[in-house]
């Protein structure tokens, strides 16, 4: 995607070959700043402290941390610790166990000697295949909303509302629920979208709208809690969402307050889909809320909130009383009876086991 005409993925090796670069998505919508990081730690860092985030990036930076581990040692415990390491830092996206299991996978069966190459090869195969799965679920998203859009009868502005951030800074480029949104757009599609603020860390706010704007995509955003309302006043024609793991039988967990949205589209026969790409299934988990680990944050994101001051400078400030106590739940559970529909790179289908086997056939195995 393009930032102010130059065109950009959020990770990226420098000239180097070896040095990883990402945007900073703690500094947006504010600041455009892009990090590098050269060290397992770096890495490690940027995923826990959130300059990364979203499920496939998440991903794709747990595979070039592996990478750089290797650039500090290749042997079996070198492995061992950087996947420990890497692994620890978010508990609830999938994408993150999928990639080092596939480097940690691919580098054991390599000599130590073999290993450096291979890791940096195979985390650059995994942020190529991201954005080709990411544009075909962009693909297939703009077909059920080309198809939502005549049903309506061409209306001059179809209504999406969308929550938390699945836009291309939450992959390695488009995106999964707001690549459909792209794509339909290019495609001629008056699109107008709903973006919920997403409290705490408010990811509608700061990355959906500053993206959104980015690429002229009109939108309005809204507090967390307004999508009932403009639901049950016919203001909203569907609603898309990313997710950070869904289980085999079709429950997705993503980020907190998507259950809410789904029973109030469910309530108002709003269509709620949610975009994913085959690496945020989980093929062990059945039902979400047993088997999903659900992130609690630091309170302070509750307590504190940061944003621009007239002087240009960003802030945080302190919302709540002193000493009063938070609770960060960062993820939920949406049973996938609330759900209509996948949309993956493969198709559409039923949030069901067997919507899912019939997408994936080679899982039923
Ligand atoms: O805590 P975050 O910002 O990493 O949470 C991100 C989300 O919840 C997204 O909706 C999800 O990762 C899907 S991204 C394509």
Redesign the pocket.
Known sequence: MKVDGTPYRTIWLADDHRTVQVIDQTRLPHVFEIKSLTSLNDATVAIRD?LV????L?GATGAYGMALAMTEGSSDSCVAIAYDALFETRPT?SNLGWALNDLRKLLLGLAPGDRLCAAYARAAEICEDDVSTCHSIGQHGADLIGALWEQKGKPDQLNILTH???GWL??VDW???LSAIYVAVERGIPIHVWADETRP?N?GSSLTAWELGKQGVQHTVITDNAGGHLMQHGLVDMCI????RTTASGDVC??VGTYLKALAAHDNNVPFYVALPHSTIDWEAQDGLRDIPIETRSCEEVTHISGKVREGETVSVQLTPDGTEALNI??DITPACYVTGFITERGVCDASADGLLDLYPERAL
């Open positions: 959130m985030r979203g499920a496939p998440i996206a938390c951030n699945a939450a992959a995106g999964t629920a860390r990811q969402v990313g997710t950070d993503n980020k960062a993820f």
